[in-house]
Nanobody
């Protein structure tokens, strides 16, 4: 089993940047694909970005492509989500999820391990 803890959320003005971190413990993290999902109040959870277990595959929702970058540092057991040019519509709770030997699925049901989430609020 792997435990995930997100950090790096906060309040930022439109056009600003934040970097979220997803720190893992418990297992060999390099064997896990990791994805970021977000959920805004009153809306369904949506896929944001993912990275395959090998790190060779990265995938993004159309709404964040070109603005967000997912990366991993297996030495630190951490996956990052660099978010630039943030907009008010990016406001949500961001959660990371992991699955062993995953290829970077955009479906939440494919990830058995989840963190608690971190709030990102973008003011206009």
């Amino acid at each position: 089993q792997v435990q995930l803890v997100e950090s790096g959320g906060g309040l930022v003005q439109a056009g600003g940047s934040l970097r979220l971190s997803c720190a893992a413990s418990g297992r060999t993290f390099s064997n896990y694909a990791v994805a970021w999902f977000r959920q805004a109040p009153g809306k369904e959870r949506e896929f944001v970005a993912s990275i395959s277990w090998s790190g060779k595959g990265t995938y993004y929702a159309d709404s964040v492509k070109g603005r967000f970058t997912i990366s991993r540092d297996n030495g630190k057991n951490t996956v990052y989500l660099q978010m630039n040019s943030l907009q008010p519509e990016d406001t949500a709770v961001y959660s990371c999820a992991a699955t062993r030997y995953g290829l970077g699925s955009n479906t939440g049901g494919d990830y058995p391990y989840w963190g608690q989430g971190t709030q990102v609020t973008v003011s206009s």
